[in-house]
């Protein structure tokens, strides 16, 4: 019988009925967990640092590798294209003579134009004079296509990469590193700096329209790209041993096995008998299957796990003394009528409500860490596209905080229960 | 019929010696619903020995207990908790509130083990309840912050937050003067008698056991009813148990 005006509350046991006193339990618990930790809150704070910091590092660590495994990738993609890169070479077997140039561009050409491959590209490797203000000094000389900057991730540090008004310009476009373009003087890139090429025929002024990010640190580093036209104009060739450019494509990577023989029928056929055309994928998912920052990735987890376990026995001890110190509380509760499953479920939620928190913490500190102007000015040296901060780190961090929790409330949930009802109303 | 029984029941416990403590002998007690019955003896006579038997604490060494028309050996650990938060509600000498919380927080404790409307509407009914035993203005004080007959007040509201069956007071003026004492034993047998529960008094102060029903004395473990007629003549006299 309730007081007057108290709802009655049911005496039998029925379905709906232990649905509802679990979720009322489960509520109750959580209620009864945030108010214990909030009454206690100063020793909580204390015992949660360690495993605030865990998690920011465990998480921190899972994000960087993230990271690094992006500067990794993008270092493999600068070096041997994006997946799926296909490389395409022709020799004659026999002979290991080349074809001609021209015979090659047209079946490359009319391969790559039926079967709708845009990025597509003709690589030549060689050296220019250039004319610098205190002499003339040898530059590494690439001849490239124009989709090449997006095969090959080139990203600029000033100006822009070839364009197709390049073309209705009156001397050849380059784009130089930025050591080339320091050595010029510096010149302002709005004015339409030139450079001197010195050619068999003379010395060629072609516009810097654009400049790639310095790589070393004394200057020399002297490179620059040519469309691949213009070098074959103005970079001389070996007479006696003429050289093919390396022919390069772009393409989806799930169609790459479906396409690999059809391109080498097709160029094949065109050039003819007597040669052998070789298509196959260069870029690192044909060759790199193990992730290259495993070792490190699980040596720098290792130890935020140990972090963790330390901060869990941190959290223990003071989870046990608190426990402790409440006997009475919970004796009192049992008079009330809190069940030994609801008082465990209790205690081990304070433990797992109060990692959570920390965890979410940690989380945050970790994401303001790695996504801040700051860290990303220095990140963007080195990578192009800066992966979002990973949510399976967050998810890695939380999970963990929380399974520390419940290990860390697990020792004084036992002990509370363990606590006669009798004794503790007195202690 | 009968809202807790007890037949032939003892309670004894092993000493560290190997020997044998008998605290209740042969126990017969039958409480309904509605009854004001209080316990006296002196300390040491097995009174919150009995106190902790009514209010399903404690198991008997043997004899029958029943709770409600179920013998309590048909009853399981968990079932037994569950029981005592709905149908008993306890009063401690000592209040036993719980520190740091206030004293809405503290009539809502029962409330958290409760289902339905009860757990759902906890705050509303705490704080009914607060008003009705006169601290409506004092619902965010801590214990410390409350005098000890305001606490006992807050204890009281506690125990009938959740319409208790079975109201255990033990030694509930204990810590009280003689004055606050008496208020707080006015509101406690009021708002039983208001709930319909049955309320068990156990105390050492005659006047108090002399606003009960029935009385009984817990004399060695044995328990002996005492007349109404004698317990008003011990109250009169001021002698004490």
Redesign the interface.
């Known amino acids: 019988m309730a007081p007057p005006g108290m709802p009655e509350e049911p005496r039998r046991r029925t379905k709906s009925g232990g649905a509802s006193r679990l979720w009322t339990g489960f509520v109750g618990a959580v209620v009864e967990a945030w108010s214990e930790l909030r009454i206690h809150k100063t020793q909580v704070l204390l015992s949660l640092i360690g495993v605030g910091v865990a998690v920011t590092a465990l998480t921190g660590v899972v994000a960087a590798g993230s990271i690094a495994t992006q500067a990794t990738v993008e270092g493999f993609e600068r070096s041997s294209g994006r997946p799926a890169s296909l490389y395409v070479g022709v020799y004659n077997p026999a002979t290991g003579e080349q074809p001609r140039k021209s015979d090659v561009d047209a079946a490359f050409a009319t391969a790559m134009e039926r079967y709708g491959v845009t990025y597509t590209n003709r690589t030549n490797y060689g050296g220019v004079s250039v004319q610098f203000p205190d002499g003339v000094l040898g530059v590494q000389a690439l001849g490239v296509d124009q989709p090449f900057a997006a095969m090959r991730r080139i990203s600029m540090a000033q100006g822009a990469w070839f364009t197709d008004r390049d073309a209705l310009r009156l001397a050849p476009p380059v784009v130089v590193s930025e050591e080339v373009w320091e050595r010029l003087g510096s010149p302002d890139l709005r004015l339409d700096p030139r450079i001197g090429i010195v050619t068999p025929t003379g010395t060629v002024s072609a516009i810097i329209v654009g400049i790639t990010p310095k790589q070393s640190l004394d200057g020399s580093f002297l490179q620059a790209y040519l469309l691949s036209d213009d070098y074959d104009r103005f970079v001389p060739q070996d007479p006696l041993y003429p050289q093919l450019p390396q022919y390069e494509a772009w393409i989806p990577p799930e169609s790459a096995d479906t396409l690999i023989p059809l391109l080498q029928r097709d160029i094949a056929a065109a050039m003819g008998d007597g040669w052998q055309v070789d298509v196959q994928r260069n870029d690192y998912l044909a060759w790199q299957v193990e992730d290259p920052l495993l070792v490190p990735k699980l040596v720098v987890i290792g130890i935020a796990v140990l972090v963790m376990l330390l901060g869990a026995l941190g959290l223990l001890n003071i989870a046990l003394v608190s426990v402790k110190h409440r006997i009475r509380e919970i004796g009192i509760r049992r008079a009330f009528g809190a069940t030994a499953g609801r008082v465990f479920f209790s205690v081990m939620m304070e433990s797992v409500v109060a990692t959570f928190v920390a965890g979410l913490a940690g989380v945050l500190l970790a994401i303001v860490l790695i996504r801040n102007p700051i860290t990303e000015s220095y990140l963007s040296l080195v990578i192009q596209d800066i992966p979002g901060f990973p949510i399976e780190a967050a998810l890695i961090g939380l999970g963990a905080a929380t399974l520390v929790g419940a290990l860390a409330g697990l020792l004084p949930a036992v002990v509370a229960v363990r606590v006669k009802v009798i004794d503790a109303i007195r202690y | 019929m009968a809202f807790v029984e007890l037949a032939g029941v003892t309670r004894s416990v092993e000493l560290p010696d190997g020997g044998r403590l008998d605290i209740l002998k042969g126990v017969d007690l039958s409480v309904e619903?509605g009854h004001h019955v209080s316990i006296v003896g002196r300390s040491g006579s097995g009174k919150s020995t009995l106190l902790?038997l009514l209010?399903l604490?404690?198991t008997p060494t043997s004899g029958r207990l029943e709770f409600d028309g179920t013998p309590l050996d048909k009853l399981d650990?968990?079932e037994r908790?569950?029981r005592?938060?709905?149908d008993v509600g306890?009063i401690?000498q000592q209040f036993?509130l719980?520190?740091?919380?206030t004293a809405l927080?503290n009539v809502m404790?029962?409330l958290?083990?409760?289902?339905?409307?009860?757990?759902?509407?906890r705050r509303q009914?705490a704080s009914?309840?607060l008003d009705?035993v006169g601290l409506g203005r004092r619902l965010k004080s801590t214990p410390d912050q409350l005098s000890g007959g305001e606490q006992q007040r807050v204890a009281i509201a506690?125990a009938?937050?959740?319409?208790p069956?079975l109201i255990l007071a033990d030694e509930p003026t204990g810590a009280l003067d003689v004055e606050t004492g008496a208020t707080v034993m006015e509101l406690l047998d009021t708002?039983a008698e208001?709930?319909?529960?049955a309320l068990i008094t156990i105390t050492h102060d005659p006047n108090v056991a002399a606003l009960a029903r029935r009385h009984f004395r817990l004399d060695a473990g044995v328990l002996h009813e005492i007349d109404p007629a004698q317990m008003q003549t011990l109250a009169a006299t001021g002698a004490t148990l």
Do not use: M
């Open positions: 619903i902790n209010g604490i404690d650990a968990g908790d569950r005592r938060g709905r306890f401690f036993n719980l520190p740091g919380r927080e404790t029962p958290l083990y409760a289902t339905g409307a009860q757990f759902w509407n009914l009914e309840l009705k506690r009938l937050v959740r319409g069956r708002a208001q709930s319909g529960a």
